[in-house]
């Protein structure tokens, strides 16, 4: 169980060191003790090159995935949005018969409808996206 263990550990370690660029820390790593052929000893300069780009883009991928995780989640802006909105909804349903009739008179406020929709949609949109952001569900960004 030892020796599974060893290698494991070994392997594990290897992986490591090829995911952080040291390709050829990774490759002692796991040749050590055994024959390396000699077509292994002359590695082509461009496959090297090729495996420090990859590398290089998933360092790149893995930083900017984990400043998104680290990036600080906006808990008092949609904890403020969410109250103004219940706020909101709470004066409409408490006061909806003056709103009608405020709102049916006719003439410039006719308009007061579409500001209340603006109102409300400014306020449950932010606490909406807040929400969102702060559950960790965002917009799929395109790659450019």
Known sequence: ?????????????????????????????????????????????????????????????????????????PYSKTLILGLISLSLYVVLFERQHEINDLFSKGGIYAFLPIIAAFIFSFFHGGFTGGFWEIIGIDAKKQKR
């Open 1 to 73: 169980m030892s020796k599974l263990s060893d290698e494991l550990d070994k392997q594990f370690s290897a992986i490591t060191f090829a995911e952080a660029g040291e390709f050829d820390t990774a490759r002692d790593m796991l040749n050590e003790g055994k024959q390396v052929t000699p077509a292994l000893q002359g590695a082509k300069a461009d496959t090297l090159t090729a495996g420090n780009q990859k590398a290089s883009e998933w360092r790149k991928e893995t930083l900017t995935d984990n400043y998104a995780r680290l990036k600080k989640k």
